[in-house]
């Protein structure tokens, strides 16, 4: 549902307003101001998409008003009407992109026609924002997908000279991600990723996870390994291994990096009852791990299977059968 926005001084003209979009049965989230100081202040807390407002105002007019709404949100929709029909006014106003100048009393052929043609510029800016934001995923992954297997960066950055690669220079860790089974469902863990990290698919069961922004202590990472882990098991009853990769300064870091982190796959047995794989955390010691009695092994192998673990309960029954040949 799109935010709308009704700023008038007048009580009388925003109950006014309010009943035609109600009438007129246009879904909104309504909130009103009063002043544009009010609004303002209500801009600075919310986004909107529709800011409808009067012109001459206490404490702020509409005209500044728009303006700095304008430099919050670019894209949102700007709505005047005023009693003052005055071609300074218009022109400020075509100045700063309004929709539309609407004058009092507002007509309600006008003012539905107007609303509509608002809301299929709303829908069309989303469709081409929402292509090219697809598009600019694409290429991301692409130039990912590139630097893991040796493409050097100067080529890459020579191949799409227009593309701001601070998102490259800003990843400072990855996740190799390694699930249990092929995933063809949307891209996992969408509720749960940190701002500033990019999920790169490599293959239905495999996704790199890069970390840019901020960076934060050990626990940090293995407290989200251990969400990602549980919200897959528990939304796709698919159980993931997590690698974590050391420290990355440079682009040039991540074929290495991401070779680390194939390797602590492999060798997932000596890690077993870490959820997540780093040379950052001591694996235990082997005959930790191998539990003394059958009847251990017999609560691990069924609690790997509750948890969909298909490696432990691959494990587990090894050593229950080795244990079984050695009392033959």
Known sequence: MYRFLIVDDEIVERQ??????????????????????????????????????????????????????????????????????????AKEALSIHAVNYILKPINDEEFVKTISDVLERIRALEHFNNRKKAADELTRNHIFYQLINSTDIAQLMAQYPQLDFSFVFDCHRLFLIQLEKDFFFPAPFTDILPKDSYLVNLNPAQNLLFFAGARHHLPWYQNLADKMRSYMIKEYGINARIAMSQPITHPKDLPAAFKEMEQYLMDQFFFSKNTLLSAEIPAPDITETVPETDDTLLKDIQTAIGLKDAFSVEKNLSLLLDSCKKKA
Not at 61 to 71: D, P, S, T, V
């Open 16 to 89: 006014a307003i309010r009943f035609l979009l109600q009438q007129h049965n246009f879904q909104f989230e309504l909130q009103e101001a009063s002043n544009g100081r009010d609004a303002l202040k209500l801009l600075s807390e919310t986004q909107y998409d529709i800011l409808f407002t009067d012109i001459q105002m206490p404490f702020l007019n509409g005209i500044l008003l728009a303006n700095q709404a304008r430099k919050l949100y670019p894209d949102i929709q700007i709505i005047f009407f005023s009693g003052y029909d005055d071609f300074t006014y």
